[in-house]
Structure formats: C-alpha cells, structure tokens
C-alpha cells in the first residue's frame, strides 16, 4: 500500500505544527482566515499578490473560509473538499490517510475501449460509491476504461459538469475525496483504467469568486459566451491549471485527464496551456505508469497529436473525432440541422475520410461556419491519434429532448454504424447505456437560483429557435427546463431495462463485438498506420489500414435505400473476422465486412 499526494503552492497544506494557509488574491487589500469555530486570522502580505499564514490551530478536519477585505466571505479556490457546497467553507483534508495499493501500471493506449459516463445518472443513488456497484457490470462488458464526466465542484445538487467553480474539490453531491479514490482503487482492481474530464476554459457561473479578489486570472477585454476568458499570460493562472492536471493524475491515481472544448481557450504563449500540461503529465510523477491525455478540439489542430518515431504521443494521446460522429450520425438519421450540414453532401465519403485519416476537415472551407477553413492535415497520423464514437454526453445531451441514437434510426443501420466503429483501429467510446440501447434520454440539467435558473431555460428554448422544427413559441415550450428535478430524474439509467428484450440483445450484440476487438484488433491497432478510403460503388465503401505486416479491410454497403439489392463486394485475401454475410461475396443493404490479411504486407 501506498499514499499519495500531489504538493501546490497555494491552497492549505498540512505541515510540520499545523496547517499552511496560502491565497493568490492580488486584487485584496486585506485578507483573513477565518476557522469555523469563529476565530480570524489575518493572513501576511507577501511579494506578488500573494497572502499566507501557518497556524496550529487547525488540522486535518478544520473548516475554514477567506475574508475579503473584511466583507467578503469565500472558500478556497484550491479546496480539496467543500462539504458545503461551492458558497460553503472549505474542509482541510489529509490525502496522504489513503492507501493506495500500489501494483497498478495502467494499461497501454492501444487497449482503450472507453465508456463515459455521468456520475449523478449513471445509478440510482447518484454518487461515486454507488458507481462502484456498477463497475462489474461496465467491466463485464470488455471495456477497459471509464471516463467520468467533470467532477468538480459546482452550483447545486445536479449539473453535466462543466459548472464546475472549484477545480480542486470533488462535488460534494457525489461524495468525499475518499470516495472517487475508492471509484478509482475499485476500477483499477477490475483492470479498469480511469479518465477524468476536465475543464480549463472557463469556470461555472455560479460560485466563482475570483473576480472579487484576483482579476488578473481574467482578460476582461476577451469574452466567450461563459464571461471573461482566463488568462494564460499570467504565470499564476498557468500554474493553476498545471497543478490542477498534476493533482487528479497523482493524488486521485487517475489514468488520464480529457481536456474540454481547448478550441475555446485563447493562449498566445509558446507553449501554449495545453502543450504546458502534456509536458507536465510527461515528465511528472507517475511517468512510471501509463497515462494518457485527450482533447475536444473543434478547430481540428492536428499540430497537437504528433507522435515520435517509436509511435509516443509527443503532446496529446488522441483527439476526440467529432467529424466521424457527425457524419456517421447524417447517415444513420438524415438530420443536417446545424454542424450536421456539412456532412450532408457525401456522408459516406465523409465517414470513410474520418475511420481513414482522422479529420474529415483538415483544411476544407465549412458551410456552416460561414465559409471559414477548419482544420489541418491528418492523414498523416495513425488512427491511434483519434477516439472515434456513435454518441456522448454532447450529441445527445445537446438535442432539445436527449434521444439516444436507437431512438432515431432502425437498429439495421445501428447495427452496422457499430460494427464499424468499434472494429476500426481508433480507440472507441460508448456513453453510458448504449450498450444496451439505453430508453431513457440524456437531457441536459442543472440546478441554479431562480434568476439564472430562468436565463439558462429561456437560453437553451431560444438557441432552439433557431431550427425549423422549434420556430414557434409552442414547440420551444416543451423542451425540458433544465432546471426542473424531473429533467435530471429522466436522465437516470434504468439498469433493469438490460434483462429486457430488445435491451437485452443489444447488450449481447456489443458485448461480442467488443471481445472480438479485444481478441482481434487491439493488438493490431498498436501498429495501425494511416488508412486509405475509397468510395468502391455507389453506397459501398472500403478502407484499408496498414498494421504492421497485416492489413485490416473494412468493406460497408451503406446505401440511403435501405431496400436496395444486394451488392458484389471484392474479398480481399485472407481471414473474414466478421460479416453480415458469412461465406459470400454479396453484402445486403447496410452489411458490413472486416477482412483481417496477415500476409500482405
């Protein structure tokens, strides 16, 4: 066994004789501690906007709070638990009482089959020591990761997430630190890697007390649709993030962080903020094991995803590949609404560049962004540099009602959209439920006071608006108010519906596909290179990827008919390791083929 704990610079700290106390409050004039039983101690000025005081006064269980110019009353931004809630005090916390066992390595990239999951909804109770209930089941399934959506502390009971205001505390409705270090040390023993997404594009809007005492950790003259940008030209601010990244890796023994949304992030500095970080998780403790790092990147900057010669990810492990959902996802429904238009001249053609190459933009002038460029080449990275995926939290939570994809296509075309997705050699991802083709939508909730309650539900109706199926006033009224308690109540699993039919067979069906990957292509996919796409016949297509000395095939017929007559399809030499049409050279209307050659070079 083993402890761990990750040191910072700021926040509270035990030390030999007491606690060390330690705030980044350049904008203050004075600031306090105030401990819980009523005590106020003020805090030394120090060079750079810095306050600190060490005191015997407080322990491993002593609550406090920082007063503000002797009005303001605020928790520690760096908290490392806020029993409270995000406006409460702080809990000084000893991380070092955890014992890790300490045999756990990780596991290499090439294994990864991820499945995110929410950890409010993912169970009944909602909590990180119920989640743990459920890990043999998610492991039964022959996945190899969970990712949890953010953790960190935020505004009420229910929230995505990406609210979150104190980056150091794990959300109190969901547990203690204790507990998602039990989630963890109950994954690991499963043979579960675990990733944690993270947000360092803007804080929540509620409980965010950093404007009143440190307005350099913002650039006022920069605004996103979140408020004022933060800052990563100031080194405090950078230091923060870094820590922060450093923190959940080392002190919460996470296997990989997945940063949200960097297109959203402004950060001139070389390096900038993200290649910071990857540097840090690279050369830091825990180096030792494997951990990876993902990116949510809508502006397609393969500059991030290099890899060396022995294939090491020189800055992120992988990207998020929204391109492959959306055009999937136009095949499978018909939608083009929104982002989806630019998929809708050619979806196959786009789904093939996506499983081949990566981006299906890498440069190409977008229709719905106005014409602008996006993205850059890609066809020159290995599909390890991309995690593909059908759905996540964002593709339906982001729809007015939260349909999962069974709901809005025949299984037929699940079906083989799945086949391809979780054989390709890119990483998959599943969101919690699709398993089983899931009922119960994924909505998006919160739970914020009246008045922002109200901006934030009449926000969401009006971007509706936007979309010919809610341009009247009566359609935008019966999107769910995301801050209704029956919005977040409806987004809950229900783990009984997987001994149901048809919930039980689809259960079945990616379980086996998931062990024929974990059998049959993980081990290729650590040498896959960059395929080659081609559209073979009107409806079919074919990808090739180069592994080592093998060459893995995918041939799909994927026509808009789903009627149309069967098609010849060429079989490449070697072994079929699945088909829709065993032992024939035909494949029926959304059929799908995976030829594995172990002898072309």
């Not at 590949?321 to 001249?345: M, P, Q, R, S, W």
């Amino acid at each position: 066994m083993s402890t761990r704990a990750h040191a910072m610079p700021f926040g509270a700290a035990l030390v030999e004789g007491g606690v060390r106390f330690r705030l980044w409050a350049p904008s203050a004039r004075r600031v306090d501690l105030l401990l819980l039983d009523g005590e106020a101690l003020p805090m030394r000025a120090l060079a750079g906007g810095w306050y600190e005081t060490t005191t015997a006064r407080a322990d491993a269980r002593t609550r406090y709070a920082y007063r503000i110019d002797g009005r303001l009353v605020v928790p520690d931004p760096a908290s490392r638990c806020n029993p409270e809630g995000v406006h409460g005090p702080s809990l000084v916390t000893d991380p070092r009482a955890f014992d890790w066992p300490d045999d756990w390595r990780g596991r290499p990239w090439h294994e990864a089959v991820i499945y995110e999951l929410h950890v409010g909804a993912f169970t009944p109770a909602g909590t990180f020591a119920a989640a743990i209930e459920r890990l043999d089941d998610v492991a039964a399934l022959g996945v190899t990761a969970i990712e949890l959506m953010p953790v960190a502390a935020f505004a009420g009971t229910r929230n995505w997430g990406y609210d979150g205001v104190l980056a150091f505390a794990p959300a109190a409705a969901y547990g203690t630190p204790e507990d998602l270090k039990r989630l963890v040390a109950a994954a690991h023993a499963l043979g579960l890697m675990v990733f944690l997404d993270v947000v360092y594009n803007h804080f929540g809007p509620d409980g965010n007390y950093l404007h009143a005492y440190a307005q350099p950790f913002f650039d006022e003259r920069r605004h996103t649709p979140w408020g004022a940008a933060i800052d990563f030209g100031v080194d405090t601010v950078r230091a923060f993030f870094v820590h922060n990244a450093l923190y959940w890796l080392e002190e919460f023994h996470f296997d990989g962080l997945r940063l949200d949304a960097v297109h959203a992030i402004a950060d001139a500095r070389r390096p900038d903020i993200v290649e910071e970080i990857a540097r840090a998780i690279r050369a830091g403790p825990g180096r030792e094991r494997h951990v990876h790092l993902i990116l949510e990147n809508d502006r397609n900057e393969a500059r991030y995803l290099p890899r060396a010669a022995d294939r090491r990810p020189l800055v992120a492990t992988a990207q998020c590949n929204d391109d492959l959902h959306h055009a999937a996802h136009v095949l499978a429904t018909g939608e083009i609404d929104g982002y989806y238009v630019d998929y809708a001249d050619d979806p196959l053609a786009r789904f093939g560049r996506a499983l081949a190459e990566g981006f299906v933009y890498q440069g190409e002038r977008s229709r719905f962004r106005g014409g602008q460029a996006r993205g850059e080449p890609s066809a020159q990275l290995p599909p390890a540099a991309f995690v593909n995926y059908l759905q996540t939290h964002d593709q339906i939570g982001n729809r007015a009602f939260g349909e999962r994809l069974v709901a809005l296509t025949s299984a037929h075309k699940l079906r083989a959209l799945a086949a391809c997705v979780l054989l390709a050699p890119a990483p998959p991802l599943l969101f919690m439920g699709e398993e089983w083709g899931a009922s119960t939508p994924f909505l998006f909730f919160c739970d914020f006071g009246a008045e922002l309650a109200e901006a934030v539900r009449n926000g969401r109706r009006a971007e509706f608006g936007r979309m010919a199926a809610f341009a009247d006033a009566a359609a935008r009224s019966r999107i769910p108010d995301p801050n209704a308690v029956a919005t977040f109540a409806a987004s809950k699993l229900d783990w009984s519906e997987r001994e149901r039919a048809p919930h039980a067979q689809w259960l079945a069906f990616y379980r086996d596909l998931i062990a024929l990957r974990q059998r049959r292509i993980a081990a290729l996919a650590a040498q896959a290179g960059a395929g080659r796409f081609e559209i073979a016949a009107p409806g079919l297509l074919h990808v090739g990827w180069p592994a080592g000395g093998a060459r893995l095939h995918l041939h799909a017929y994927l026509p808009a008919d789903e009627d149309a007559a069967a098609i010849g399809v060429p079989m490449p030499a070697g072994e079929a390791i699945y088909s829709t049409a065993p032992a024939t050279d035909r494949l029926a209307p959304w059929g799908v083929r995976w030829v594995l050659d172990n002898e072309h070079g």
